[in-house]
T-cell receptor, first 114, second 109 residues
Framework: DTAVSQTPKYLVTQMGNDKSIKCEQNLGHDTMYWYKQDSKKFLKIMFSYNNKELIINETVPNRFSPKSPDKAHLNLHINSLELGDSAVYFC?????????????FGPGTRLTVL | KNEVEQSPQNLTAQEGEFITINCSYSVGISALHWLQQHPGGGIVSLFMLSSGKKKHGRLIATINIQEKHSSLHITASHPRDSAVYICALSRGSNYKLTFGKGTLLTVNP
């Protein structure tokens, strides 16, 4: 069974479009994250939600809007896509309540903006 | 200066060699993570350390909190160990991760 899943795996779209990436975890974790990995393979945190509440928002353009309908899902919506948004986006989740802070990563979504 | 620095950036080894990847940091942390990213792109958490040493199979991770330094060792390296190894710092009550730039390891048969 997949622990952290993302859809789609690949996304190719035109500049200016709006797109969403979905993330689901079946681990029962309370905290979820979105990370961006750029063309130089450098990972950087974008957002984190704990029990549907936004707890980290790292100077990301407001074209990016995370949405957490429940604690098992954290979706990423991107408006007015730009060339510089091309990257691999990783979702991750983490248990809380003293269970340690090892994070479990999804397989990534490769976004290409043309 | 980056808060977390890894060395080397690239490392090529022959199968069977002992590998060491280093991570130095300049801030207070709650834990340090070692992650592995396979050529296919998936990221796996290898270790989370707040002190001392951990071992899993052929992998050993150590941390010296006073010196703000961690090492990842691979004994008897194998071509399947070829991957990018990433050091990440966990900080604050939200356990925000700050990542190093990664070390690309290639193990030749």
């Amino acid at each position: 069974d997949t622990a952290v899943s993302q859809t789609p795996k690949y996304l190719v779209t035109q500049m200016g479009n709006d797109k969403s990436i979905k993330c689901e975890q079946n681990l029962g974790h309370d905290t979820m994250y979105w990370y961006k990995q750029d063309s130089k393979k450098f990972l950087k945190i974008m957002f984190s939600y704990n029990n549907k509440e936004l707890i980290i928002n790292e100077t990301v353009p407001n074209r990016f809007s995370p949405k957490s309908p429940d604690k098992a899902h954290l979706n990423l919506h991107i408006n007015s896509l730009e060339l510089g948004d091309s990257a691999v986006y990783f979702c991750a989740s983490r248990p809380s309540g003293g269970q340690g802070d090892t994070q479990y990563f999804g397989p990534g979504t490769r976004l290409t903006v043309l | 200066k980056n808060e977390v620095e890894q060395s080397p950036q690239n490392l090529t080894a022959q199968e069977g060699e002992f590998i060491t990847i280093n991570c130095s940091y300049s801030v207070g942390i709650s834990a340090l993570h070692w992650l592995q990213q396979h050529p296919g792109g998936g990221i796996v958490s290898l270790f989370m350390l707040s002190s001392g040493k951990k071992k899993h199979g052929r992998l050993i991770a150590t941390i010296n909190i006073q010196e703000k330094h961690s090492s990842l060792h691979i004994t008897a390296s194998h071509p399947r160990d070829s991957a990018v190894y990433i050091c990440a710092l966990s900080r604050g009550s939200n356990y925000k991760l700050t990542f190093g730039k990664g070390t690309l390891l290639t193990v030749n048969p």
